[in-house]
């Protein structure tokens, strides 16, 4: 499978939750075989798939056969919506800390940053402060 499809960016967010989309189109392309390799090494159990688990407090298991079970995304937030127990203060810290991520404050990750920018060659691109920029910059979003 050479054709990358790419999930939604990071920064889209569904009931609340900041990634969730992304999530949920990673997972609906898992389901049909349609997950590119390069999103295999982290999808559900690292990176910022692992984080929302972690954040949401549900095992990757449980949202697998939830979008596995359903058409649209509507159903999947009110799933969240119902069986996902956090406040929007949670969300909202969730939010922040990946929106964030890389900015600052953390030089072996900026320098994780750097290095991501430079294989993917935006080394150049100093608009690119945060993980989820680089995201988006490499999946050609911006």
Same mark, same amino acid.
Request: include cysteine.
């Given at each position: 499978?050479?054709?990358? =499809?790419? *999930?939604? @960016? ?10 969730? *989309?992304?999530?949920?189109?990673? =997972? ?6 349609? !997950? ?14 692992? !984080?929302?688990? +972690?954040?949401?407090?549900?095992? *990757? #298991? #449980?949202?697998? #056969?939830?979008?596995? &079970? ?17 406040? #929007? ?16 404050? +953390?030089?072996? !990750? ?9 294989? @993917? ?7 690119? &402060? ?13």
């Amino acid at each position: 499978m050479s054709e990358i =499809i790419y *999930p939604r @960016s990071a920064k889209e967010i569904m009931g609340g939750w900041a990634y969730l *989309p992304r999530l949920v189109d990673k =997972i609906r392309l898992h389901l049909a075989g349609r !997950l590119h390799a390069d999103y295999q090494a982290n999808f559900l159990h690292k990176g910022f798939d692992r !984080l929302w688990f +972690d954040r949401a407090g549900i095992a *990757p #298991e #449980e949202l697998v #056969e939830v979008v596995r &079970q359903s058409v649209t995304d509507g159903e999947v937030c009110d799933w969240v919506a119902r069986n996902v127990r956090k406040t #929007e203060a949670d969300r909202t810290a969730h939010r922040e800390y990946l929106f964030n991520h890389g900015r600052v404050g +953390d030089a072996e !990750l900026q320098a994780r940053l750097q290095m991501r920018k430079e294989q @993917s060659g935006l080394g150049h691109r100093d608009d690119l &402060q945060t993980f989820v920029d680089y995201i988006d910059a490499d999946e050609k979003r911006g």
